[in-house]
């Protein structure tokens, strides 16, 4: 199994930055993708941006291209999200997730999560 540990949330205003970490550990060779997500208060889990572990490959939700940038530290098994321009919308909390799939944008899809790290934005 794949261990997943979020970091780096908190509370920021609107136009501010956030950067969240999510360290893996454990089999980590059934993975092919990870990526983030989020669920609001009363809203279904939704995904936020994806990366491929092998090539790099990376997506966004329509929602965050061009606000947020996915990346990993190979020599540190850590994928991170970078968070800029961030809005009252993104308030919510933010799970680090891997799958098998070589790219997919739903959460049944992915079989392995982290516990979440809240990210709060006020206006």
């Known amino acids: 199994q794949v261990q997943l540990v979020e970091s780096g949330g908190g509370l920021v205003q609107a136009g501010e930055s956030l950067r969240l970490s999510c360290a893996a550990s454990g089999r980590t060779f059934s993975s092919y993708t990870m990526a983030w997500f989020r669920q609001a208060p009363g809203k279904e889990r939704e995904f936020v941006a994806g990366?491929?572990?092998?090539?790099?490959?990376?997506y966004y939700a329509d929602s965050v291209k061009g606000r947020f940038t996915i990346s990993r530290d190979n020599a540190k098994n850590t994928m991170y999200l970078q968070m800029n321009s961030l809005k009252p919308e993104d308030t919510a909390v933010y799970y680090c997730?891997?799958?098998?799939?070589?790219?997919?944008?739903?959460?049944?899809?992915?079989?392995?999560w982290g516990q979440g790290t809240q990210v709060t934005v006020s206006s």
């Open positions: 997730a891997a799958s098998s799939y070589y790219y997919t944008e739903y959460p049944r899809n992915y079989g392995n």
């Open positions: 990366i491929r572990l092998s090539g790099g490959r990376t």
